[in-house]
């Protein structure tokens, strides 16, 4: 039975956490796309011995395969319990040499999948957790909806899963249609001034993000039948809380929630304690799921 936790510390006892450097070989990849003419950076950690399962780090949108050192926590604790790390560069996010148009959802999920894929042929992993934050958490619904894998194991954060929370996130639904229409049918990009950077929206943009509506979630868990955890931030101003909830719902999870960091919380928070707790409940999360 799944249960619905509102505090961290019950899952900080699943495993020990080193909370160390991980003892673990790092690797560069570029890995051929099988749906274009281009190659994903992707990274991965691996432990010392055979891992036990290979867990992706899904990173959000317009972010880069670690969030830009956010994600190096967990990524060596799970390394430091056995599990390998898969991580990857979007098109026109880190090191990807592509233009951010092909930033679209069916790209991404594809990409995701070509990274999975090497990782098990390459390492003999066969179970798979996937950790989702953000647009990342969209993604890993978007692959469930569309039978694309079987996770074994799944954590959201803050996943943006509503498609009314997207587009407020562009300025509101005047904005997003003005910007829709104005490239619509067309391979013109409309050049958005996002917080990190213009970013090239491309038609293919839109219409990936408009396929599922708001039952996203919905959708998604009735493709899923595995234990997943959900956290997030009670003062997210980028995915509203309620949507997470719908999220964490939907899919039955453990839910952690913390009201200090917002929508960059356990990656980027000035918070030690509430950051460090996050991160070694996720750890803990994947580690005992995926031990199962």
Known sequence: MKKLLFVVFVLMLFVGWTGVFADADYSEVSIP?????????????????????????????????????????????????????????????????????????SYMCNDVLDVINYAKETYGTEKVGAMGYSMGGRIVSQMLIEDMIKFDSIVFVAPAVSLADIVIMFGGQENYDMMKETIKGSDDMYPFPGAYGE??????????????????????????????????????????????????????????????????????????????????????????????
């Open 199 to 292: 970013q090239l929206l491309s038609n293919e943009f839109f219409n990936d993000l408009e396929v599922y509506g708001e039952d996203m979630a919905e959708l998604a868990a009735a493709k899923y039948d595995g234990n997943s955890l959900t956290i997030y931030s009670t003062n997210d101003s980028i995915v509203s809380p309620s949507v997470s909830q719908k999220c964490a719902d939907a899919f039955g999870s453990t839910v952690i929630t913390e009201n200090i960091l917002d929508h960059s919380y356990n990656f980027y928070g000035q918070d030690p304690a509430t950051v460090d707790a996050l991160n070694t409940a996720i750890v803990s999360f994947f580690t005992a799921d995926l031990s199962k």
């Open 33 to 105: 796309s099988t749906t274009r003419e281009a190659n994903i950076p992707a990274y991965f950690l691996l432990p010392k011995g055979d891992p036990t399962a290979v867990v992706v780090l899904i990173h959000g949108h317009h972010g880069n395969h670690n969030e830009w050192g956010g994600y190096d926590i967990v990524a060596n604790g799970l390394a430091n319990n056995g599990i390998l790390v898969a991580e990857l560069d979007f098109p026109g996010c880190g090191a990807s040499a592509e233009d951010f148009h092909l930033n679209a959802m």
